[in-house]
């Protein structure tokens, strides 16, 4: 394991962690990844957010790696053309579906550029708008949209029934697909190979970093994954014990610039 001058690239979740609890990026962190680069690290995000919701990132991080949405279920470009896509199989997602249903979620459906709702005054729909910057499609069912699905949401505020679902959905569905929890009140299903351990196996590859050179930052469960393949691993002091004794390291939290923190004392020389 390295940490320091030995990192060559840090990875970072988005929400939670790179930015602030208004979902904004702070001033110090846009300098913070500015002085990464500078000391040669590269800088690389995923997120379960679709690819248009981490759009906004681009320009002000002068972000040039693959950005990882939907936990890796679809890795672009920065100008948002596809280089990798992994959908949930199609016989699977109706299931899923019955699953949310009978878990008393709320279900949302992601497939290619567009988000799907049933009701756009359910819980969080408006919120999640105004995080990713465009507005979901409306529709009366899913029954027409099972192909290229990239990710189906459970959301509730129920808390305990979203961690109830996503144990249901592991026993019921094993390996056939992954589900983890991207916020406490979504569970998010994907492809079995879109999680963030996988995105750090894709840019390990693609950018010809080794996975000890690689240092991930995050603030769920679904992190813990990118933490066991990365050299060094940081949890923010806003995720949870379980998530931080996954960790090497911990940081400040998100409203005290835990992000721009663990560069400054982790990463940078």
Same mark, same amino acid.
């Given at each position: 394991?390295?940490?320091?001058?030995?990192?060559?690239?840090?990875?970072?979740?988005?929400?939670?962690?790179?930015?602030?609890?208004?979902?904004?990026?702070?001033?110090?962190?846009?300098?913070?990844?500015?002085?990464?680069?500078?000391?040669?690290?590269?800088?690389?995000?995923?997120?379960?957010?679709?690819?248009?919701?981490?759009?906004?990132?681009? $320009?002000?991080?002068?972000?040039?790696?693959?950005?990882?949405?939907?936990?890796?279920?679809?890795?672009? $470009?920065?100008?948002?053309?596809?280089?990798?896509?992994? &959908?949930?199989?199609?016989?699977?997602?109706?299931?899923?579906?019955?699953?949310? &249903?009978?878990?008393?979620? =709320?279900?949302?459906?992601?497939?290619?550029?567009?988000?799907?709702?049933?009701?756009?005054?359910?819980?969080?729909?408006? !919120?999640?708008?105004?995080?990713?910057?465009?507005?979901?499609?409306?529709?009366?069912?899913?029954?027409?949209?099972?192909?290229?699905?990239?990710?189906?949401?459970?959301?509730? =505020?129920?808390?305990?029934?979203?961690?109830?679902?996503?144990?249901?959905?592991?026993?019921?569905?094993?390996? $056939?697909?992954?589900?983890? !929890?991207?916020?406490?009140?979504?569970?998010?299903?994907?492809?079995?190979?879109?999680?963030?351990?996988?995105?750090?196996?894709?840019?390990?590859?693609?950018?010809?970093?080794?996975?000890?050179?690689?240092?991930?930052?995050?603030?769920?469960?679904?992190?813990?994954?990118?933490?066991?393949?990365?050299?060094?691993?940081?949890?923010?002091?806003?995720?949870?014990? $379980?998530?931080?004794?996954?960790?090497?390291?911990?940081?400040?939290?998100?409203?005290?610039?835990?992000?721009?923190?663990?560069?400054?004392?982790?990463?940078?020389?």
């Amino acid at each position: 394991m390295v940490s320091g001058p030995g990192i060559r690239l840090l990875l970072a979740d988005v929400d939670g962690t790179l930015v602030d609890p208004n979902k904004q990026l702070t001033g110090r962190a846009v300098e913070a990844v500015a002085r990464l680069r500078q000391a040669g690290v590269q800088f690389a995000v995923t997120s379960g957010r679709p690819p248009r919701g981490m759009a906004m990132l681009v $320009e002000p991080l002068a972000l040039t790696t693959p950005i990882a949405a939907f936990n890796g279920g679809l890795i672009v $470009e920065p100008d948002l053309s596809v280089i990798e896509q992994r &959908t949930v199989p199609p016989g699977l997602v109706p299931q899923v579906l019955d699953l949310m &249903t009978t878990s008393s979620l =709320d279900a949302w459906v992601y497939r290619g550029a567009r988000w799907y709702v049933r009701d756009p005054g359910a819980p969080h729909v408006e !919120q999640e708008a105004a995080t990713v910057q465009f507005s979901p499609t409306v529709v009366s069912g899913f029954s027409d949209l099972a192909d290229s699905v990239a990710k189906v949401t459970g959301v509730s =505020d129920d808390l305990g029934a979203v961690a109830r679902a996503t144990t249901a959905a592991r026993e019921r569905f094993g390996d $056939e697909v992954s589900a983890a !929890q991207s916020q406490p009140y979504y569970l998010d299903v994907t492809h079995p190979d879109a999680n963030k351990g996988s995105v750090v196996a894709f840019l390990s590859e693609r950018l010809g970093i080794p996975e000890a050179s690689i240092a991930t930052i995050g603030d769920m469960p679904n992190d813990v994954l990118m933490f066991a393949r990365s050299g060094l691993s940081i949890a923010m002091g806003n995720a949870s014990p $379980e998530v931080q004794r996954a960790a090497r390291r911990v940081t400040t939290s998100n409203d005290d610039e835990g992000f721009a923190n663990a560069v400054e004392r982790f990463i940078l020389p």
